[in-house]
């Protein structure tokens, strides 16, 4: 493409917190930084003085910082950040005590509350108090399996207040997943929901809540949020209370936060359990703030007021991301439902009442929308949308087409990328830059990223494995029960010893940012040539007939063949001609070796509870493998469908 999609006006560029942050560190160290490329090179070869810098201008609360930014800065595994800090990450969310709105929720039934900063500071208050009356303390778990509420929000501020460790479920979790998260971390409190809406149908999770309370023995009390809630069936949950019981008899009052190490685990949160038992990656608080404090502020431009909105559940890690908005002072704007309840204009029906500013989403929703005939741009007034936020899977280029054409001209579009294994991104937006079609616009700051060939050397502008060489601080403090580090170091350093290898089949581009073709464990191999899935995606789900598909690789003749499944509009049928179709476009668009042996329609694509579609269960259901952990999709029933294919015998 010749041209960038946007480009920021001068005026929107002077005032973003990127150029005053720029300001701060040139005063500060003496530099000149004329650019965001050449601020992004300083950030990684000065790590110390760029965290310092994030830590200085966004104003984190602490008891102390203490002298050493970076203890060990040449060992990634070993390095520590902030050695001697302490402080507490629920006290710098609830620094505003004001009567601002901090948190605006609906959900799919209309139903709404809004909370200010001072209500919501005494509602943590409360609930915190009789967190430890009851004896919580520091180090102890404490779950929610909880929908996108207020509540949820609370319930884990209230923990980290104290110290205590919060991990999440959303309540479309059955009970065999939430089981496989949640025995291996012993939470001693539990909060939950009786019952939940989704796609115009209340769920009820009595039964279900009783089954995980009989084999979770760790809990000594199930605590039960009102929401759609029948008291009588509260009554008959084993260990329960009502959250209105459980808080009755305290009242607001000054938090006394306590004061713990940077490193101090604030958040367990687990890998999608695809390929076994989900592993939990322990957070610390001081580096889930600082990241987080960077990615919105300089990232996103998050700034006091905004209104901030993703579309996420308490089961992904883009809800613990929105809520450290409440530290820029940003209004949280929750949602929780089906995004397409009653219809498809939903989150842009929420986006214009509620006057959204930063509107964040998955690439699939997008997709979703375009493919509804949705044109937001005719039938939505969105002037105060300025940032559109896309992560989850690779935003295709034919989904930047339709932001910029159907939902707002002006906008700056960023998609992002990252994982809950860093709770954050390591390339993500530039507000003072251009979008270009297709890519990522810039690696993270402070944020040593690169792209790795298999020999371990590093490349531009060519596909390779995304590594990160160089410690930053929301490296996972470990994995939960992992005492010696041996999961942990084999997840992330095993391929390239003392590199942080993420996962993800990348290149670089010559505009300085990133495109993504998918993960590196799910990547096509056909004739030893490596084809990233997202390639194939980007193409086939541009045909106005395919919802969605899915492209593993069959193990044939001593090789692989690519075969690409297809789920079709109700009433589309997969005939020759499409096939042809499908394939003539992705060998025009990309080359001979992308195009799939074999184009098959089915009628369902098993996905993660967060949404992901998942390429390992369905390449291991048609090479006749057990899929190992089937309670960790949404839908394993689709599972079914891929077993025993006569197309793929032959």
Not at 280 to 308: N, S, Y
Not at 537 to 556: D, L, P, S, T
């Amino acid at each position: 493409m010749v041209n960038p999609m946007w480009t920021p006006p001068q005026e929107r560029v002077t005032h973003t917190n990127l150029s005053t942050f720029t300001q701060h560190v040139e005063s500060k160290w003496g530099i000149s930084i004329p650019d965001f490329s050449a601020l992004q090179k300083w950030s990684v070869v000065e790590p110390e003085k760029f965290w310092a810098s994030i830590w200085d201008y966004t104003k984190v609360i602490s008891e102390t910082r203490g002298n050493v930014v970076l203890h060990n800065p040449t060992t990634m595994f070993d390095a520590r950040f902030f050695p001697d800090a302490r402080l507490n990450y629920a006290e710098n969310l609830l620094r505003y005590r004001t009567k601002d709105t901090a948190i605006v929720f609906r959900g799919e039934d209309r139903v709404e509350e809004r909370l200010c900063f001072s209500e919501l500071y005494d509602r943590v208050s409360t609930l915190s108090q009789a967190m430890l009356t009851f004896g919580i303390q520091p180090g102890d778990r404490v779950a929610g399996y909880l929908p996108n509420i207020p509540d949820t929000i609370i319930a884990m501020l209230a923990s980290a207040a104290i110290g205590a460790i919060w991990s999440s479920c959303s309540p479309d979790f059955g009970a065999e997943g939430v089981l496989e998260r949640f025995t291996q971390i012993e939470p001693k409190l539990l909060f939950s929901v009786e019952s939940y809406s989704y796609n115009g149908q209340t769920h009820k999770l009595h039964n279900r809540l009783n089954e995980i309370v009989e084999q979770l023995p760790s809990v000594q009390k199930l605590i039960i949020v009102p929401y759609l809630s029948d008291t009588q069936a509260i009554e008959t949950l084993n260990r329960s209370q009502s959250l209105r019981d459980f808080t009755l008899l305290f009242e607001p009052k000054s938090i006394n936060f306590a004061k713990l190490p940077f490193n101090h685990p604030l958040f367990i949160m687990f890998s999608s359990g695809t390929t076994g038992k989900p592993k939990c990656i322990v957070h610390g608080a001081g580096g889930t703030l600082l990241q987080h404090l960077k990615e919105h502020c300089l990232h996103t431009d998050v700034k006091k007021g905004d209104r901030f909105f993703y579309f996420t559940t308490c089961g992904w890690m883009m809800w613990n991301w929105l809520v450290s908005g409440l530290a820029s002072g940003a209004c949280l704007l929750l949602y929780d439902g089906s995004p397409f309840y009653p219809d498809a204009n939903a989150l842009f029906d929420f986006a214009q009442d509620e006057d959204i500013s930063i509107f964040g989403v998955s690439a699939k929703y997008i997709d979703f929308v375009s493919k509804a005939g949705i044109k937001p741009i005719h039938t939505h007034k969105l002037e105060s949308l300025r940032t559109i936020l896309s992560t989850g899977s690779p935003l295709s280029p034919t989904g930047f087409d339709f932001v910029y054409t159907q939902v707002k001209s002006d906008v700056c579009l960023s998609s992002i990328s990252g994982g809950t294994d860093i709770i954050g991104c390591f390339a993500l937006g530039n507000p003072t830059g251009p979008v270009w079609r297709g890519e990522l616009q810039s690696r993270a700051l402070g944020m040593s990223v690169e792209v790795f060939d298999t020999d371990g050397q590093s490349i531009r502008n060519r596909r390779g494995e995304l590594v990160c060489t160089a410690p930053f601080p929301s490296m996972p403090v470990g994995f939960w029960n992992d005492p010696d580090d041996s999961r942990y170091k084999a997840t992330y350093f095993e391929k390239f010893p003392g590199i942080w290898c993420h996962g993800d089949y990348v290149s670089t581009t010559k505009h300085d940012g990133m495109i993504i073709y998918g993960r590196s464990d799910t990547a096509l191999n056909p004739g030893g040539v490596r084809i990233g899935t997202g390639e194939i995606y980007r193409i086939a789900e541009q045909f106005a007939e395919i919802i969605e598909c899915i492209a593993v690789g069959q193990n044939w003749q001593n090789d692989e063949r690519i075969i690409l499944f297809v789920r079709l509009r109700n009433g589309e049928e997969l005939h020759k001609n499409l096939k042809d179709r499908i394939c003539e476009r992705i060998r025009r668009s990309t080359s001979p070796r992308h195009v799939p042996a074999k184009v098959i329609q089915v009628s369902d694509i098993p996905r993660t509870v967060s949404g992901k579609i998942t390429e390992l269960a369905v390449r291991d259901t048609i090479h006749g493998r057990v899929v190992k952990n089937r309670g960790a999709l949404a839908n394993p029933e689709a599972l079914e469908i891929f077993k025993d294919i006569p197309e793929l015998s032959r």
